[in-house]
């Protein structure tokens, strides 16, 4: 028999547990029967595809083609070297890589899937891995079901199974058993792994884990697969391919314009248009740039963001508009009741936090208030135990915070026995629940004050009065909850929310939820970034408007709520979205317009989120952002990014860190593409002045080979600059590279190639020595990219405007580097591949003032270009 034809007694029965769950002892000997409940891992690009792909670029394939026509010349030495240097190259973007993969693939993982399972009688959270068969699980709306179950429990329990089904309107799970043999859709009263809880909650038995599971039958993979792509990594490769055809073009012309002018033979005219070509590439680019992108996520990680897909990293750069929800966010999360009104008596208590402890004021022994606390207390599913000296918590903060209170005031009471409930949910605002009170039945329901009021049966004055009561007390911060209920007739198991109407009004409990103090630092910071931060959230208006005051948004006397926003046509959502940065008792629908609003009008958004409507707005968002901690998966699921801490100034931590990542992108590109240019110019020179090469090819392919695998990777290392924050956010239009840049990257690619020109002269003439000769050129145009590198800490900075050795592994680049030119200069065996010769210690001092004159023009340069064209630092 299947698990759904089933009676749950058989259930039981067959899979050995019942509604207490299995005990631990149970658990840990079914995992070594079973194993994990996981899916294998897809099966992996094998390691030689992954090697090939490092060839795979267009400047490869050119010095590759180099490499074909040194060969049809029986040039074997440059053959040789080209060869080495594109396999060398390959190599050390292969591990390169691999370690970068590796270093997403651990960040992946700390994206945990965890269930809400009852064992030995205790709800606890467990990793999904550790299911078994016959573990009981909870499951709540925005949970994902990961492994197949069996419901003996719903509440209204609603599935998104478009996973398994392609179905996405969510379906509902009731408990009854099925006949016939029913396809997956079809299967009302299971779960199946994989698939989403939209509405309610529910109770059921896991019938099959792992690769047992429908989900793993399909073998679809649990783990969402970020895409390693990003606009940037495709921007580089057309840009790539681009540099392939010009340098190509500009090589053949210039092969042209040397044979007119001095009848080269054809031989000499290929091997230096080879030349060029080898120079003029900057093959080691494409792999530090996924370098870069892979430290800076690993970084972010560090700083409590969970980067999930690649591309956010760099639009972190160019948001304009961080829209945030508030509860956890900007405050603090730690709720607590400080005052309950009701109509006969007002309570009033002290105390911070969840501590239990406190002094209560106030006739807690009146009837309207007693009953006040036990609508609170009942129609609550938090959890409060001791055990030992510990008080152990288990649920939603608000629904905590109304425990405590009850528990503070001492008027805990046993449970009620409950037949119905209607969870609570941020579109409809309220919780109802249905219970037995001795002979009769009660609803009982708390939630937002105005909707309880919507909801109950007093007069219009009535209302009026208490309306002036809630604006009164949000205007002071609280947050407030109301509780309300009424007796029913119908002692059925069924609650709808038809059923939830004529309410007698109880009161309402003024919580206190106080704003993170960090954050208030954290906006300001996006203020000066020239970010608009915004609060969207469920609370009243009143509370959003004085808890925005406290953090310091803009235009905090500007505030709209969520009945207001309804009436909006397209034109005015434009218009307030824009100009409005508080949004109170909004609905997940209004995040979605928000975002469509602000995007419509070229803004870029971040939108945080926790819910499980709330994952449309994280999609449509350019970052989408979810809570690590009260977020639920589905919003985890769909998100860019993660919190793991649920803080908004992780937000902000992270929108720094990516700017940073952003300009160390730029900073290699316009510390690699000079030497390149200086390389390229040297020989264009000598081509059409008809002089000799001061840098022969393979001694060109060695310098870019060693200083990109040193010097140009140590600039990921470096810190996001001080003034990141002080920038407007990026255009994401904007070419990566400025004219400024352009004009740099051409400035010190010409300025190096006469450094290096006049040393090469100056010591073939002095010494008449064409080796001497080149082994000063290429020391002193490494020199040049040593000081260069220092240079290029700051892009339009001077070097010096701060901590000047504030990354370490620019010096250990250096120091490598130094080695190896010393091993190019000194060891036979390179001297005999690159025909070097020793160098005195006279010259090692001409090719340092050859670097530290670089130096100081580049920093002159920056002194006085960026002052007389007014270039925005
Ligand atoms: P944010 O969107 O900033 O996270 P929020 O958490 O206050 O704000 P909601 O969770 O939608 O937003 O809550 C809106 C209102 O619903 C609250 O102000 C409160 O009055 C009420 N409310 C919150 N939690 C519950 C609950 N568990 N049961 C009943 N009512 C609740």
Request: a neutral charge; proline letters at 4%; one cysteine or more.
């Amino acid at each position: 028999m299947k698990p759904y034809q089933a009676d749950i007694g058989e259930i039981f029965k067959e899979f050995g547990t019942n509604e207490q769950g299995l005990s631990h002892a149970e658990v840990i000997e079914r995992l070594e029967k079973f194993g994990y409940n996981e899916l294998p891992e897809k099966d992996r690009v094998p390691v030689w595809k992954r090697f090939l792909a490092q060839f795979h670029n267009s400047l490869i394939y050119v010095l590759l083609a180099s490499s074909v026509l040194t060969a049809l010349l029986q040039d074997w030495l440059d053959t040789g070297i080209i060869l080495g240097v594109v396999i060398i190259n390959a190599i050390v973007g292969f591990a390169q890589e691999g370690k970068a993969e590796k270093a997403l693939e651990s960040i992946r993982k700390m994206v945990k899937y965890e269930a809400t399972v009852v064992r030995g009688r205790l709800i606890i959270n467990v990793d999904s891995r550790e299911l078994v068969p016959g573990d009981v699980v909870i499951l709540k709306s925005g949970q994902r079901a990961t492994a197949d179950i069996r419901l003996f429990e719903s509440h209204s329990l609603k599935m998104e199974e478009a996973i398994l089904t392609g179905e996405s309107v969510p379906v509902e799970k009731h408990t009854r058993p099925l006949e016939g043999d029913l396809l997956p859709g079809d299967q009302k009263n299971m779960v199946f792994s994989g698939t989403y809880a939209t509405y309610g909650r529910g109770r059921g038995v896991v019938v099959a884990t792992g690769t047992n599971t429908q989900l793993g039958q399909i073998s679809t993979l649990l783990t969402d697969i970020s895409k390693s792509s990003t606009p940037l990594l495709q921007k580089i490769e057309d840009f790539s391919k681009k540099l392939s055809f010009f340098i190509l073009a500009v090589s053949v012309l210039f092969g042209v314009v040397s044979w007119y002018l001095h009848r080269f033979g054809f031989q000499d005219i290929l091997v230096n248009t080879i030349g060029i070509i080898v120079a003029a590439i900057p093959e080691g680019l494409p792999a530090i740039i996924t370098i870069t992108l892979a430290l800076g996520v690993q970084q972010m990680a560090l700083n409590k963001a969970i980067v999930r897909k690649l591309p956010a990293v760099e639009t972190l750069g160019s948001v304009t508009d961080i829209c945030s929800d508030k509860t956890g966010t900007l405050t603090k999360n730690e709720m607590t009741v400080l005052e309950v009104v009701t109509d006969a008596e007002t309570i009033t208590f002290d105390g911070s936090g969840y501590d239990i402890t406190g002094t209560v004021t106030g006739n807690i022994d009146h009837p309207v208030v007693r009953n006040v606390f036990m609508i609170f207390d009942q129609c609550n599913d938090a959890q409060i135990r001791f055990e030992s000296d510990q008080t152990l918590l288990n649920g939603d903060p608000t629904e905590l915070a109304l425990k405590v209170m009850v528990l503070k005031a001492g008027i805990h009471q046993s449970t009620l026995e409950r037949l119905a409930t209607i969870p609570f949910d941020s579109a409809h605002k309220y919780m109802a629940v249905k219970v037995k009170d001795g002979d009769s039945i009660k609803l009982l329901v708390k939630g937002a004050p105005e909707k309880i009021l919507e909801l109950s049966d007093l007069s219009v004055e009535a209302k009026a009065k208490l309306r002036a009561l809630f604006n009164h007390k949000a205007s002071n911060g609280y947050r407030l909850i109301a509780a309300a209920w009424k007796e029913l007739k119908d002692k059925s198991r069924t609650l709808t929310e038809a059923d939830v109407t004529n309410l007698n009004f109880a009161g309402i409990a003024c919580i206190i939820d106080p704003p993170r103090p960090e954050a208030a630092e954290a906006i300001a910071k996006c203020h000066r970034a020239g970010i608009t931060v915004k609060m969207i959230t469920g609370d009243h208006i009143e509370t959003a408007g004085a808890i925005a005051k406290s953090l310091g948004l803009k235009n905090p006397e500007q505030k709209i709520d969520g009945q207001s926003l309804e009436k909006l046509t397209d034109e005015e959502w434009k218009k307030v979205a824009l100009e409005y940065n508080i949004f109170a008792r909004t609905t997940p629908l209004h995040k979605l317009k928000l975002v469509e609003a602000l995007q419509s009008q070229q803004r870029i958004v971040a939108m945080t989120g926790d819910g499980v409507n709330d994952a449309p707005a994280l999609k449509k968002a350019d970052i989408g952002i979810a809570m690590g901690i009260k977020g639920t998966q589905v919003t985890k699921d769909v998100s860019d990014i993660i919190l793991t801490d649920d803080n908004f100034v992780t937000i902000s931590n992270a929108v720094r860190l990516g700017r940073g990542i952003f300009d160390n992108i730029r900073k290699a590109i316009i510390f690699i593409l000079p030497t390149n240019a200086a390389e390229a110019l040297s020989i264009l020179v000598a081509l059409v002045v008809g002089g000799t090469l001061p840098i022969s090819a393979p001694q060109i392919l060695w310098i870019n080979m060693v200083t990109a695998v040193t010097l140009a990777i140590s600039l990921a290392f470096e810190p996001a600059e001080e003034n990141v924050m002080k920038r407007p956010p990026r255009k994401p239009t904007k070419p990566i590279l400025d004219t400024y840049l352009v004009w740099r990257i051409l400035f010190v690619g010409a300025v190096l190639a006469v450094i290096v020109y006049t040393l090469f002269y100056y010591a073939m003439y002095t010494y008449n020595s064409l080796e001497l000769g080149r082994t000063i050129a290429v020391n002193a145009l490494v020199a040049g990219e040593v000081f260069y590198l220092l240079n290029c800490k700051h892009i339009r900075h001077n070097v010096f405007s701060r901590d000047f050795f504030n990354n370490k592994h620019i010096f250990r680049a250096i120091g490598t580097l130094v080695l190896l030119q010393i091993a190019f200069t000194y060891l036979p065996v390179f001297q005999q591949i690159f025909r070097t010769v020793p160098l005195e210690m006279y010259h090692f001092a001409l090719v340092l003032a050859g670097g530290l004159l670089l130096f100081l023009i580049v920093e002159l340069e920056k002194f006085i270009v960026i002052r007389a064209f007014r270039i925005s630092k």
